[in-house]
Every structure is written in structure tokens, then in C-alpha cells.
């Protein structure tokens, strides 16, 4: 069974750093994209960060400069550091991997059970 396990969250101060890591485990064959959403109290998930396998990544307009994303494919693993956080970034974060478990299948979507952010000011 493929899951995704994230750690790193906790409570912060403004102007802090937090970096949260994502690790894939079970039997699977390649790993696609693999991205970080947010999702605050009272508002929709959103998307913060993408990473494809190809090494391209994209950022939400409110993190650009302060988070970065980056990937080890050899541990499974995905990271968010997050620099200068504020308190508006206070969210659950979220690992989303795309992955092809057997050669010559679809993708499939998974999600890890998140991890909770809290920024004070």
C-alpha cells in the first residue's frame, strides 16, 4: 500500500523557519509530480508548490522568495522549506504525489494526512 508520511509542522514565530518533508512508502514504480498544498481554517486547499519530476517548480504568488520545494528521488522525498513565515501561512500542509505504481498503468493521485503550521505574530 503506497502512503505518504509528512513531519515538520509545529509552531513558529514570525520571521521563523519551518522545513517540512514528505516521504512515499510501499511498492511503487516512478514518482511524477509531487506538490504541497495548505489548507486554512474556514478556506479552500490551496496549492503552494510544485515539483515535477523533471526538477521544474512553481510557487503560489504569496510564497515566492520565502518557501522553496525540492525533492530527493532516491529517499522518495519531498521538502518545503519555509523561510520569513507570517501568520497568514497558519494552514494544515499537504503532500500530494503523483505515482505510477506498475509500469504501464495510470497515475494515481495520493495524499499524506498533513502536517499543522502555526505562525504567531
Known amino acids: 500500500q503506497v502512503q505518504l508520511v509528512e513531519s515538520g509542522g509545529g509552531l513558529v514565530q514570525a520571521g521563523g523557519s519551518l522545513r517540512l518533508s514528505c516521504v512515499v512508502s510501499?511498492?511503487?514504480?516512478?514518482?511524477?509530480?509531487m506538490d504541497w498544498y495548505r489548507q486554512a481554517p474556514g478556506k479552500q486547499r490551496e496549492l503552494v508548490a510544485t515539483?515535477?519530476?523533471?526538477?521544474?517548480?512553481n510557487y503560489v504568488d504569496s510564497v515566492k522568495g520565502r518557501f522553496t520545494i525540492s525533492r530527493d528521488n532516491a529517499k522518495r522525498t519531498a521538502y518545503l522549506q519555509m523561510n520569513n513565515l507570517k501568520p497568514e501561512d497558519t494552514a494544515v500542509y499537504y503532500c500530494?504525489?503523483?505515482?505510477?505504481?506498475?509500469?504501464?498503468?495510470?497515475?494515481?493521485?495520493?495524499w499524506g494526512q498533513g502536517t499543522q503550521v502555526t505562525v504567531s505574530s
Open positions: 510501499g511498492s511503487i514504480f516512478s514518482i511524477n509530480d
Open positions: 515539483s515535477s519530476s523533471g526538477g521544474d517548480t
Open positions: 500530494n504525489a503523483v505515482i505510477i505504481r506498475r509500469p504501464g498503468t495510470f497515475p494515481t493521485n495520493y
